[in-house]
């Protein structure tokens, strides 16, 4: 006898009703894709949960991988065994002795199977004694056992496990669209992208360059985190804008405390022509209200002006301290920090306006003509596709446009 399966359990899936169908066959879709390492492991479902049966594939490894999934809400270990009373005591023996540390245990049945003989209580009462009989230094604690042994009893077999692991929780990426995340080189903008796919949002990024103010190492930490990313969706196109003699326009002709915002909102305005070019419909940004002078109410209110696309902000009520920790926790973290800054940080002004306002920018704006360089930094874009099987430089150039 031995775990030879694993148990995924859903998520808020479970709720969705007529498009629950949809949603349960995108999360296959996407653990199909994420298991293309294991080559033996098999997965299939069912209504309510979804199964691999792994025929020797490393389970630590498997049961990794799955973590990153974003729709599973918990993921056991798990003995299958045939609807057969002898057979669910051996497993659930050797679901006890396997946990080493354990001395308390609680035994919890689950019967969507109703043609089985024995009702959940009963179960519960039948396999706690055979367990006590069979074993040595065990007891029984209902409240806070060392180990809840759990069965469900299911049509096809029944299922053993002894351990609940967290999912991801959230939505399978590709349930609620697409999405263009603003990617710099920071903490925030891959945290915000890795929050949009938590809720089924799939993820296009767009990258905007200076050279020579910003270098190819600068560069570089933005493929890196886009190819980090495709570790949490599919894979990922990232856009790379030419921004060079834009933002030496704006900072040559606008007054140096609105230059910011002007240049956030061409950063928009570019967006959102990609946007309408590739059927994306909403921006993400990793923006964080009051963080800098460019994230206050009223700039934020000035640069949305010059779109009418939903404006996604994962990361808008949390501090600084909270999007590094989920930075760290995703992959990001080392590589954001790498001392190399982007065409944002650059080009900061000393005394940047925080309470920017719309009669203003108007004023300034309709006193240069950026509408060249606005159509050369759209027409100059170059798009690199991720895919998570590759390293960042495996990754191809793709024409655009």
Request: aromatic content about 8%; some cysteine; proline content about 4%.
């Amino acid at each position: 006898m031995q775990y030879d399966h694993i148990v995924i359990r859903y998520g808020e899936m479970s709720l969705k009703g007529k498009n629950r169908k949809h949603f349960i066959a995108q999360l296959k879709e996407n653990l199909q894709k994420k298991l293309f390492e294991f080559p033996d492991a098999q997965l299939y479902k069912t209504r309510d949960r979804m199964y691999i049966q792994l025929n020797g594939e490393n389970h630590e490894k498997v049961m990794e991988r799955c973590q990153e999934v974003f729709g599973i809400q918990s993921l056991s270990l798990a003995i299958k065994v045939p609807n057969d009373l002898d057979e669910i005591k051996k497993g659930s023996l050797y679901a006890l002795t396997e946990n080493k540390e354990a001395r308390t245990f609680k035994i919890t049945t689950k019967r969507p199977n109703k043609q089985f003989p024995h009702g959940s209580q009963e179960m519960n009462q039948i396999l706690g004694g055979y367990l006590l009989s069979n074993s040595e230094g065990y007891q029984v604690d209902v409240h806070e056992p060392d180990v809840e042994i759990r069965v469900e009893i299911r049509h096809d077999a029944a299922y053993i496990t002894s351990r609940k692991v967290p999912g991801a929780g959230g939505l399978p990426v590709g349930t609620t669209g697409k999405t263009l995340l603003l990617l710099s080189g920071g903490i925030d903008s891959p945290v915000a992208g890795y929050l949009a796919m938590k809720r089924g949002v799939s993820l296009e990024a767009i990258h905007f360059f200076s050279p020579p103010y910003t270098s190819e190492r600068a560069k570089q930490k933005v493929l890196d985190l886009a190819q980090v990313l495709t570790r949490y969706g599919h894979d990922i196109k990232l856009h790379i804008v030419p921004f060079t003699r834009l933002q030496q326009k704006i900072y040559q002709y606008i007054p140096e405390g609105y230059a910011m915002t002007v240049m956030r909102r061409m950063m928009l305005r570019i967006g959102e022509e990609l946007a309408k070019k590739r059927s994306i419909l909403s921006l993400t940004t990793g923006e964080s209200l009051g963080q800098v002078a460019s994230q206050t109410m009223e700039s934020m209110n000035v640069i949305n002006e010059v779109t009418n696309y939903p404006i996604i902000r994962p990361l808008v009520a949390m501090d600084k301290l909270e999007i590094i920790d989920i930075s760290k926790k995703i992959g990001t973290y080392d590589i954001s920090i790498r001392p190399y800054e982007d065409c944002c940080t650059v080009f900061v002004p000393k005394q940047p306006k925080t309470r920017p306002r719309r009669e203003k920018i108007h004023q300034f704006e309709d006193q240069v003509d950026f509408s060249k360089e606005l159509q050369e930094a759209v027409d100059g874009i170059e798009t690199l596709t991720f895919k998570e099987e590759q390293t960042a430089t495996e990754n191809k150039f793709d024409d655009l446009l």
